[in-house]
C-alpha cells in the first residue's frame, strides 16, 4: 500500500519549510514512527516519522529543496520489503552515480555540495545510491571514509604563508537567517538603550547551600540560579507593566499575563522558548520547566508551540563566562534582562571592604515605550529581589 509523505501544517506565520535532513533512502526498511525526514522552519525543525512499518519508496524533494505546508514529499510503502520486491525507484537508486550526467548539476543536494567541497572530493567519483542514481550525504561520508589516505608530504623548509590560508564557504541555515533578520530588525526599528546595575548573589547562594538537599529531595531537581532571575523578573513585571507591554501600530498593549522566553543556546543556534504564566510559578516548577526545555532544545523537539509569544526575555551569558553584555530587544517585547557571570570582587559595605560574590545585570529596552525611570526602577527591583531572596517565596 502506498501512502503520501506530506509536510506538516505550517502555522499561519510560517510561509514555507526547507527539507533539512533525509533520514533514510529509498528500500531501506523503517519502522512505525521512526523519523524519516527532519523538516526545518524559521522557529523550529519539524520530524516527519514513519505512519506504519515499510520503506519510502520514492523521494519527490531532495534536501534543500523548498516545501510548503501539508506538500507531498515522497511516497512511502507499507509492509516488509522482501528480496523478491524490488520497486522501480529502488532499481532507480541502485544505477552507479557514472551513469548520472549531472552529478555536478542542480542534481546535487546544497548538504551534498557542501560536503563534497569540505572534503574536495570529485562528484563523478561517488556512486550515488538516490532517486535515479542521485549522490546522498551518506553516499559522500561512505566514500570518504572508504578513501585510501594519501601520504603526506615532506613538509617544506620554510612553509609558505598561503598554505596557511584557507576559506570554507556554507549556506545559512533558516534559523540563522531568521535570527540574523530578527536582530538587525531590532536595531533598526527600536530606540535599545541598556542600563546598567549590580547585585550581591550571597544571599541567594547562602539560601542555596542550606536548602539544596532538602529541595531536591522533595521535589528531585536541584535548585538552580534560574528560577530566581524568573521570580525577581515575575515580581518586577507586576510593578512595572510598561515592561511587560509591546507596541503594535500605534497602539501599546499591556499584557495581564507573564509569559516569559528563556535564551536557549542549541546546535541549530539561539532560541528562546517561553515559561507561560510564571506568576503561577513555584521555584521547582520553573527548575523543572527550564530543564525540560533546554533538553527540548538540546535534541531538536522544540515545538512551534514552546516558542510562540513571550513578553519578556531573560539570558544569562554568565553561562558561558560573559562578564558585561548589551542584549538585544527579542521583537516585539520592549525588553529583554541580560544576566552574567558570578565574580568575587571587593565591596564596600559599611565602612569595610568585604569579598562578595557581584554580578552584572543589564537591561536593553525599547525607549519608545519604557522611559529611564520605568527601566531603572524595574532593574533595581530585580536587585532588590535578588538581594532579600526569602521575598520570593521559597517553597520548600
Known amino acids: 500500500m502506498s501512502i503520501e509523505i506530506k509536510v506538516p501544517v505550517l502555522p499561519e506565520s510560517v510561509a514555507d519549510a526547507t527539507i533539512a535532513t533525509w533520514h533514510v533512502k529509498v528500500g531501506e526498511q523503517v519502522s512505525r514512527d521512526q523519523n524519516l525526514v527532519d523538516i526545518e522552519t524559521d522557529k523550529v525543525v519539524l520530524e516527519v516519522v514513519a505512519p506504519e512499518d515499510g520503506h519510502i519508496g520514492e523521494f519527490l524533494f531532495e534536501e534543500g529543496a523548498t516545501v510548503l505546508g501539508e506538500q507531498v514529499i515522497a511516497k512511502f510503502i507499507a509492509?516488509?520489503?522482501?528480496?523478491?520486491?524490488?520497486?522501480?525507484?529502488?532499481?532507480?537508486?541502485?544505477?552507479?552515480?557514472?551513469?548520472?550526467?549531472?552529478?555536478?548539476?542542480?542534481?546535487l543536494s546544497p548538504s551534498v555540495r557542501r560536503l563534497l567541497a569540505e572534503h574536495n572530493v570529485d562528484a563523478s567519483k561517488v556512486k550515488g545510491t538516490g532517486v535515479g542514481g542521485r549522490i546522498t550525504k551518506e553516499d559522500v561520508e561512505a566514500f570518504v571514509k572508504s578513501a585510501p589516505k594519501a601520504a603526506a608530504p615532506a613538509a617544506p623548509a620554510v612553509a609558505p604563508l598561503a598554505a596557511a590560508r584557507s576559506e570554507k564557504r556554507v549556506p545559512m541555515t533558516r534559523l540563522?537567517?531568521?535570527?540574523?533578520?530578527?536582530?538587525?530588525?531590532?536595531?533598526?526599528?527600536?530606540?535599545?538603550?541598556?542600563?546598567?546595575?549590580?547585585?550581591?548573589?550571597?544571599?541567594i547562594m547562602d539560601i542555596r547551600k542550606q536548602y539544596q538537599d532538602i529541595f531536591e529531595k522533595r521535589h528531585g531537581i536541584r535548585l538552580g540560579f534560574m528560577s530566581f532571575y524568573i521570580k525577581a523578573v515575575t515580581e518586577a513585571l507586576k510593578r512595572f507593566p510598561e515592561v511587560n507591554a509591546s507596541i503594535d501600530g500605534d497602539d501599546i498593549v499591556y499584557h495581564n499575563y507573564f509569559d516569559i522566553s528563556i535564551a536557549v543556546s542549541t546546535p541549530r543556534g539561539l532560541v528562546t522558548p517561553v515559561l507561560r504564566d510564571t506568576d503561577t510559578m513555584n521555584l521547582a516548577e520553573i527548575e523543572k520547566a527550564v530543564r525540560d526545555l533546554a533538553l527540548k532544545g538540546r535534541d531538536g523537539k522544540l515545538t512551534v508551540?514552546?516558542?510562540?509569544?513571550?513578553?519578556?526575555?531573560?539570558?544569562?551569558?554568565?553561562?558561558?563566562g560573559s562578564l558585561m553584555s548589551t542584549p538585544i530587544l527579542n521583537l516585539p517585547q520592549s525588553a529583554i534582562l541580560g544576566m552574567h557571570a558570578i565574580k568575587d570582587r571587593p565591596m564596600a559595605v559599611n565602612g569595610q571592604v568585604e569579598i562578595l560574590p557581584m554580578m552584572y545585570l543589564a537591561l536593553s529596552y525599547d525607549h519608545r515605550i519604557v522611559d529611564g525611570r520605568e527601566s531603572v526602577g524595574f532593574l533595581v527591583a530585580i536587585k532588590d529581589f535578588l538581594e532579600d531572596p526569602t521575598r520570593l517565596l521559597l517553597d520548600l
Not at 516488509?80 to 524490488?86: D, I, L, M, P
Not at 508551540?305 to 558561558?320: E, H, I, Q, S
Open 79 to 107: 509492509g516488509a520489503v522482501s528480496g523478491k520486491e524490488v520497486t522501480k525507484a529502488q532499481a532507480e537508486a541502485a544505477t552507479p552515480a557514472a551513469e548520472t550526467s549531472d552529478e555536478s548539476s542542480d542534481a
Open 176 to 203: 540563522r537567517k531568521t535570527i540574523a533578520n530578527r536582530l538587525l530588525e531590532a536595531k533598526n526599528s527600536t530606540a535599545m538603550l541598556t542600563t546598567f546595575n549590580e547585585v550581591n548573589m550571597k544571599p
Open 305 to 320: 508551540a514552546d516558542m510562540t509569544g513571550g513578553n519578556f526575555t531573560v539570558t544569562n551569558g554568565g553561562v558561558f
